[in-house]
């Protein structure tokens, strides 16, 4: 790229004002203490991190208590490599099986077991309790109700719904 071309490229480039700047930066650190937060309290109560809470929660919403892998992976937005390694560790658990599909020798479920069942409803009062604690008991009802707004708002602009979109569950 020639000067005049990176001069006008600086020219065109938006920055964050500093408004914006300070509300990315408190979004950003207020998820990863969340997450840390959330993560350290599963860990202590239940020896798992907070993705395969989320991925057992999700078996245990769907009908029979299972669902493709594929599914699997959409639900929780990871890429299915991520997902087969998880599910592996909660097989060794005991809380989740795979099954092949009758429909589709390359696809398979991801199911739930009764042990898995129990772990999380041993598990999940105290999860709640924690997600409680650091988030809705420091905020208003109107400051829930606006920030499940904005965040509906900004994962609906996430979402791809084009054919092709590099998602992390077909990588």
């Known amino acids: 790229m020639n000067t005049a071309s990176a001069s006008a490229t600086a020219q065109q480039q938006r920055w964050l004002t500093e408004d914006e700047q300070r509300v990315w930066r408190s979004y950003l650190h207020a998820t990863t203490?969340?997450?840390d937060h959330l993560d350290r309290q599963l860990q202590r109560d239940a020896g798992m991190p907070h993705i395969y809470y989320?991925?057992?929660v999700g078996?245990?919403?769907a009908p029979g208590r299972r669902l493709r892998m594929t599914e699997l992976a959409m639900n929780a937005k990871i890429t299915r490599s991520r997902l087969s390694h998880a599910v592996a560790r909660l097989e060794?658990?005991?809380w989740v099986r795979r099954e092949d599909c009758p429909s589709d020798k390359?696809?398979?479920f991801a199911v739930l077991t009764d042990e898995g069942?129990?772990?999380?409803r041993r598990t999940a009062p105290g999860h709640v309790a924690a997600v409680r604690q650091a988030m809705f008991e420091r905020l208003?009802?109107?400051q829930q109700q606006a920030l499940g707004e904005i965040m509906q708002i900004v994962a609906e602009g996430l979402q791809p719904s084009e054919a092709g979109a590099?998602?992390?569950w077909l990588r």
């Open 33 to 35: 203490l969340l997450e």
């Open 54 to 56: 989320g991925l057992l």
């Open 59 to 61: 078996l245990a919403e």
């Open 92 to 94: 060794k658990n005991g």
């Open 106 to 108: 390359r696809g398979q």
């Open 117 to 120: 069942a129990e772990v999380l």
């Open 140 to 142: 208003t009802p109107e």
């Open 166 to 168: 590099d998602l992390p």
